[in-house]
């Protein structure tokens, strides 16, 4: 399918919140995995296990001929293919200095089975996120470090703006008509399911509507626009690689900034700014344009999250901190939106975050 009209998959796929996928230990679908690996690769010296993954691809560990692959599908009634030109992009920002793991294949046809899958090198670290929830993330390290890709992967040359195809281009031909995109059905979606209020939907679209000139990019730059640390592996010093750039756009410089902002302190984004800064300067209307991203980056987060039901987990989920719950995660977020409105309203600093 054409992702066109999708402005965040999770939310806009057409199956999104239309009950579980299948498990990632389904035996049909791992023998089919199997299948896949020995057709490709061509030798019968292949084996799968179940691969932990919490992201919204089915993943498995394979192990073929000795050599250690992690594997994940896309098995979805859409018939997506975006796997493929993932697969571009992971070896784009690697040439652009920015860790990612090696695509050894990959096969988005369907032409032999049901799903699209890619096989990657498999690192062996776990997500960042584990070192930050144990206490043990050297946090202003890291994050100076994640500013720093960030500068990076922006000199990869994109075209147009928002989602991208193969060849980096973005689908749509303002970068204002990507950003409001589905903006009005996020909003309503929330209000449906009492997130938000019926007084704050109309509070909210008009301080984003008397922001829209911010929106005139001239010129895209590349975007992850899935920016937190389950997608960075390594260890409590050292980022090893950057992954599940599934979600990538052409978009705005401030907009994977503040993604950090829908987790993280003045602390953490304070140390990724300094990282970004070292390499690139920030554009003009920086403040603004980082609240104005924030905002609509958590009215996306708030529709995934209320949809999928995540404020009803417990801390054993990976966005909910040991201790915590899911009806803190709801506070907070709510809290951080709240944070964006003002911010954005009252041009802020950081120190609020």
């Known amino acids: 399918m054409s992702r066109y009209d999708i402005h965040a998959w999770k939310c806009d796929r057409p199956s999104a919140f239309q009950g579980p996928r299948p498990l990632v230990h389904d035996a049909g679908i791992a023998r089919q995995v199997e299948d896949a690996l020995r057709d490709h690769f061509g030798t019968g010296h292949v084996a799968v296990s179940p691969g932990g993954g919490q992201g919204s691809h089915l993943t498995w560990e394979a192990v073929i001929d000795s050599q250690p692959l992690f594997v994940r599908v896309e098995s979805g009634p859409e018939h997506d293919d975006h796997l493929a030109v993932e697969s571009v992009i992971l070896d784009r920002v690697r040439d652009a200095g920015v860790p990612t793991p ?71 031909g303002t970068y204002a008509e ?95 700014f300094a990282g970004y800064t070292s390499l690139r300067p920030l554009p003009s209307d920086n403040l603004r344009r980082f609240w104005l991203h924030l905002l609509r980056n958590l009215i996306v987060k708030a529709v995934i999250r209320t949809g999928n039901g995540l404020f009803e987990r417990d801390e054993g989920y990976f966005l909910i901190g040991n201790g915590s719950s899911g009806a803190a995660l709801r506070q907070f977020t709510r809290e951080r939106l709240q944070l964006a409105l003002h911010g954005l309203r009252e041009e802020k600093g950081f120190d609020d975050l």
């Open 102 to 172: 090696k695509v050894i294949a990959c096969d988005a046809t369907r032409s032999r089975v049901s799903f699209a899958w890619q096989a990657l090198e498999r690192i062996s670290a776990p997500d960042l996120n584990r070192w930050h929830k144990a206490g043990t993330l050297d946090t202003p390290r890291i994050a100076f470090a994640i500013g720093k890709a960030v500068a990076r992967w922006q000199a990869i040359a994109v075209k147009g703006f928002g989602v991208l195809d193969a060849s980096l281009r973005g689908g749509r």
């Open 178 to 272: 990507y950003f409001l995109l589905n903006l009005d059905r996020h909003l309503a979606f929330l209000v449906e399911r009492g997130f938000l209020t019926a007084a704050e939907q109309p509070e909210i679209a008009a301080e984003i509507r008397r922001h829209e000139p911010l929106l005139a990019v001239d010129r895209g730059c590349f975007v992850h626009k899935d920016l937190a640390l389950w997608n960075v592996l390594g260890t409590p010093q050292e980022i090893l690689a950057f992954i599940d750039f599934d979600d990538s756009i052409s978009g705005d410089p401030l907009d994977d900034l503040s993604l950090l902002a829908c987790f993280h302190d003045a602390a953490f984004l304070q140390a990724a």
